[in-house]
């Protein structure tokens, strides 16, 4: 069906910036919303920043202004780039496909999430 790929995690430390990239394949038509979540010890998963195939993002209060998201629809990719990075932006971050087409009229009835990247940032 669909898998995605996130890469781009690692360690860095605070003030430093990342790129993100998360790959979906299998049989796709579109994607209709990408983003990215992210969760931390003993917390919930949390929406980080979202994006539709048009264009439109958006970015939670807690990162706005430091990361920005983006896509590439031609490739089923999307992108964080995270400057600025703060301890706690340390979480493993996750990449999530909403609304997948197989045809122009027809999704999945699921949506897809990635294994998880993990982003560390040291004080």
């Known amino acids: 069906q669909v898998s995605l790929v996130e890469s781009g995690g690692g360690l860095v430390q605070a003030g430093g910036s990342l790129r993100l990239s998360c790959a979906a394949s299998g049989s796709i038509f579109a994607i209709d919303d990408m983003g990215w979540y992210r969760q931390a010890p003993g917390m919930q998963r949390e929406l980080v920043a979202s994006i539709t195939n048009g264009g439109t993002a958006y970015v939670s209060d807690s990162v706005k202004g430091r990361f920005t998201i983006s896509r590439d629809n031609a490739k089923n990719t999307v992108y964080l780039q995270m400057n600025g990075l703060k301890f706690e932006d340390t979480a493993v971050y996750y990449c999530?496909?909403?609304?997948?087409?197989?045809?122009?009229?027809?999704?999945?009835?699921?949506?897809?999430w990635g294994k998880g990247t993990q982003v560390t940032v040291s004080s």
């Open positions: 999530n496909a909403n609304k997948v087409r197989t045809t122009f009229t027809d999704y999945y009835g699921m949506d897809y």
